[in-house]
């Protein structure tokens, strides 16, 4: 159990958060000094101020923290993350370079993928969808085909993974993460309201990321915006190749120590890429990331 004086992040609203504490009860609390804020999902110390307020006095040590960070700024998806859940669509069509770059941040940093494959009812797309999804379904990561607007099969197929566990919902704009949020926890719908603005076209658009506690058998569920981009600059080489595991047996054949799977003779990689083994569209994510960390670290 953890302490009265300490809770957990559930919502960010730019300078203040919503903190959770362990009697349920939920204080609008503000970070002390001018710091890399807490992320959803971490937990912290505070000082209670009034009747629902709050200093934030520390960030208590974090499992994990997922981010993405670019030459112009770095932004913090959520904290202590058991499991991310990256929902693609059939339509609109999705990013394999976007899809890719979430795999990589959540192995670089120990959290375990799943992928979503969303709107199954929409069947014109369905194959197409699927065949963009084999390279990623080689490398053993599961994938869940579903409606989110099923109530059984968001059921069936997904509430038991959750279970006991944080999971984060991770896509694109559009690809059905909040429909899925709100056939799990029906309690949410209020909230996802009230967080989000309505568009033209009666679309709502999450802006801001928040957690929420699923129904038996339990689980959080975390909420997130849209993401249109997902810089890694900040991985280091070994980062990186966590992120690409299917180079790992053939990186034993490397003739150098310190190869980089480029250009290098006798590179392992580099012959299992010529030889069919590894998928290319893979490879030529692999090169992009790198080059992107490489010219970061020339800037500084
Ligand atoms: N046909 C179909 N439409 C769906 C399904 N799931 C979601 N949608 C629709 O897709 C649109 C986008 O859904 P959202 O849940 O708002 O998408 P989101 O991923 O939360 O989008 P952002 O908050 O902008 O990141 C809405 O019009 C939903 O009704 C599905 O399973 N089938
Ligand atoms: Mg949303
Ligand atoms: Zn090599």
């Known amino acids: 159990m953890s302490a009265p004086n300490e809770g957990r992040i559930i919502a960010a609203h730019g300078r203040h958060y919503s903190v959770e504490l362990a009697d349920g009860s939920l204080r609008k609390c503000f970070p002390r000094g001018k710091k890399t804020g807490p992320a959803v999902g971490d937990w912290v110390r505070i000082t209670p101020q009034g009747a629902d307020e709050g200093a934030i006095d520390a960030v208590l040590p974090r499992r994990n923290l997922l981010f993405r960070s670019d030459e112009m700024r770095s932004k913090q998806f959520a904290a202590n993350v058991d499991q991310l859940l990256i929902v693609v669509a059939v339509e609109p069509t999705?990013?394999?370079?976007?899809?890719?770059?979430?795999l990589t941040g959540a192995w670089s940093v120990g959290i375990e993928p799943i992928i979503i494959l969303n709107k199954i009812d929409i069947t014109?797309?369905?194959?197409?969808?699927?065949?963009?999804?084999?390279?990623?379904?080689?490398?053993?990561?599961?994938?869940?085909?579903?409606?989110?607007?099923?109530?059984?099969?968001?059921?069936?197929?997904?509430?038991?993974?959750?279970?006991?566990?944080?999971?984060?919902l991770l896509g694109q704009?559009?690809?059905?993460?909040?429909?899925?949020l709100n056939t799990l926890v029906p309690d949410a719908q209020a909230a996802t309201r009230e967080?989000?603005?309505?568009?033209?076209?009666?679309?709502?658009?999450?802006?801001?990321?928040?957690?929420?506690?699923?129904?038996?058998?339990?689980?959080?569920?975390?909420?997130?915006?849209?993401?249109?981009?997902?810089?890694?600059?900040?991985?280091?080489g070994e980062d990186i190749l966590r992120g690409f595991p299917e180079f790992k047996r053939y990186i034993e054949q490397c003739r150098f120590y310190n190869c980089t799977h480029r250009h290098?003779?006798?590179?392992?990689?580099?012959?299992?890429?010529?030889?069919?083994?590894?998928?290319?569209?893979?490879?030529?994510?692999y090169e992009r990331i790198?080059?992107?960390t490489e010219a970061a670290r020339q800037r500084y």
């Open 94 to 102: 999705f990013s394999e370079d976007l899809l890719g770059r979430a």
């Open 124 to 168: 014109a797309g369905l194959e197409a969808a699927r065949e963009r999804l084999a390279p990623t379904r080689a490398l053993g990561v599961p994938v869940i085909e579903l409606s989110a607007q099923d109530a059984q099969a968001v059921q069936r197929e997904l509430a038991p993974r959750l279970a006991g566990r944080v999971n984060l």
């Open 173 to 180: 704009s559009g690809m059905g993460k909040s429909t899925l």
């Open 195 to 236: 967080h989000s603005t309505a568009l033209d076209m009666g679309r709502h658009t999450t802006t801001s990321t928040r957690l929420y506690h699923l129904p038996a058998p339990g689980g959080d569920l975390i909420d997130s915006p849209g993401f249109q981009a997902f810089g890694l600059q900040h991985l280091s």
């Open 264 to 285: 290098e003779p006798g590179c392992g990689v580099v012959g299992a890429l010529k030889a069919g083994q590894i998928d290319p569209g893979r490879y030529a994510l």
């Open 290 to 292: 790198l080059a992107e």
